[in-house]
C-alpha cells in the first residue's frame, strides 16, 4: 500500500513569515494529493488539493507543489497569521482508492 | 444535513464489551470511509465501501473489527470484546463520484474502553 510521510512533525514561525510543510509518496500511481487542515477538537478539512497532471496550484495564501518524478508534494503558506495555527495533513490516492495521511505537521504562528 | 454526521459523539464501554458506531455520510456520497485517529496522529485507514460493496478492509486491525453499509448510505462500525487499546476518535468521511473528489470527514465518535 501508500506510504506517505511528512515533515516537519512541528513548525513554528513568526507571524508574516512563509512555512512549508513537505510530503513524499511510495506508490507511483498516486494521483491526487490533498492537504487538510484540523484545529484543535475539530474535524479535519480540506485546504487545497491538487492532481498528478498538474505541477502547481495556489490559493490566495496557500500552495501546492507536486514533484512526480521525485514523489514529493509541499504547502506553502505565505503571510502567515495567527489562524493559521493548526495541525495540517497531507495525503495521497490512487483514483477512487483510499486516501492515506501523512503524521501531521502541527503549525505555530507566533504574534 | 449538509455534513457527515457520525454517533455517538462519545462512547464510553467497559472492557469485554461490544460497540456500534453509526456513520450517516452526505446524501448522494458513493464511497464512505473509516479512519482511526490517535490524538496528535493522522487519521489511520481502516475500511471503505463504494455503494454497498466493501472495498478494502485491509486496515481493519483484527477480526473484532468490522463495518457494513447494507443499502449504500449509512454505515455501522461494530468492535466487538473491546479492549483499552480501541481507545481513539474513529472519523467517517465520505466522497462523491470520480477519484479525485475531495474527502468530507465528520465530527468523529470519541470512544474511551475502561
Known amino acids: 500500500g501508500e506510504n506517505v510521510e511528512q515533515h516537519p512533525s512541528t513548525l513554528s514561525v513568526q507571524e508574516g513569515d512563509s512555512a512549508v510543510i513537505k510530503c513524499t509518496y511510495s506508490d507511483s500511481a498516486s494521483n491526487y494529493f490533498p492537504w487538510y487542515k484540523q484545529e484543535l477538537g475539530k474535524r479535519p478539512q480540506l485546504i487545497i488539493d491538487i492532481r498528478s497532471n498538474v505541477g502547481e496550484k495556489k490559493d490566495q495564501r496557500i500552495a501546492v507543489t507536486l514533484n512526480k518524478t521525485a514523489k514529493h508534494f509541499s504547502l506553502h503558506i505565505t503571510e502567515t497569521q495567527p489562524e493559521d495555527s493548526a495541525v495540517y495533513f497531507c495525503a495521497a490516492s490512487r483514483g477512487a482508492n483510499n486516501l492515506f495521511f501523512g503524521t501531521g505537521t502541527r503549525l505555530t504562528v507566533i504574534p | 444535513g449538509a455534513g457527515v454526521s457520525q454517533s455517538p459523539r462519545y462512547k464510553v464501554t467497559k472492557r469485554g464489551q461490544d460497540v456500534a458506531l453509526r456513520c450517516d455520510p452526505i446524501s448522494g456520497h458513493v464511497s464512505l470511509y473509516w479512519y482511526r485517529q490517535a490524538l496528535g496522529q493522522g487519521p489511520e485507514f481502516l475500511t471503505y465501501?463504494?455503494?454497498?460493496?466493501?472495498?478494502?478492509k485491509s486496515g481493519l486491525p483484527n477480526d473484532r473489527f468490522s463495518a457494513e453499509r447494507p443499502e449504500g448510505s449509512i454505515s455501522t462500525l461494530t468492535i466487538q470484546r473491546t479492549e483499552q487499546r480501541d481507545s481513539a476518535m474513529y472519523r467517517c468521511?465520505?466522497?462523491?463520484?470520480?477519484?479525485?473528489?475531495?474527502?468530507?470527514f465528520g465530527n468523529g465518535t470519541r470512544l474511551t474502553v475502561t
Open positions: 465501501f463504494n455503494y454497498e460493496a466493501q472495498q478494502d
Open positions: 468521511a465520505s466522497r462523491g463520484q470520480g477519484g479525485n473528489s475531495p474527502l468530507h
